[in-house]
């Protein structure tokens, strides 16, 4: 997959933006700030929820709080060397459904966003991602709005 399938994905969702993208390879080659800046953004639950295989292990379990250095050097050491990218999942209300209770149509708020992480080795795992963050946002809108 190329990248302009990324693209052709973010003009037609509408569901979501991307803030920061990157490939975790080519920022460590240039040495530049871009990956350092969102491994210093995201938490313990983000940083174990982009890569549970590495949390997995034995000796990770019972880490209170990994540094910065130690994350960017647990992404070399596991080969998570792919595709990284912070985005906004747009906020949606108004929802309207069918007589079978299934979606129909509802508001997109794209000045209103969850910030979410997503990351995959290829273009199409980082986009596999991002939908299921689309689609776990848009359940926890229904929710709700079902709720109120």
């Keep these: 997959m190329n990248y302009r ?11 979501f933006h991307i803030s920061n993208f990157m490939m975790i390879a080519l920022d460590l080659e240039c040495r530049s700030d871009a990956l350092r800046e969102i491994i210093e953004s995201l938490d313990n639950e983000n940083f174990e929820q982009l890569f549970p295989d590495i949390v997995a292990k034995d000796w990770y379990k019972g880490i209170e709080d990994v540094n910065m250095d ?8 596991f080969d998570k060397l792919g595709f990284i990218a912070e ?6 209300s ?8 299934s979606f129909s149509s509802c508001s997109i708020h794209q000045g209103m966003s969850y910030v979410k992480y997503a990351y995959g080795d290829t273009i199409e ?12 946002m848009e359940q926890y809108d229904i929710k709700k709005e079902k709720e109120k």
């Design 5 to 15: 399938k990324l693209i052709d994905e973010v003009e037609q969702s509408g569901s």
């Design 94 to 101: 108004n929802f309207t459904f069918r007589e079978n209770d």
């Design 87 to 92: 985005i906004g999942v747009h906020h949606k």
């Design 70 to 77: 130690d994350r960017i050097q647990l992404l070399l050491d």
């Design 125 to 136: 795992e980082l986009l596999n991602n991002i939908r299921a963050h689309c689609d776990e």
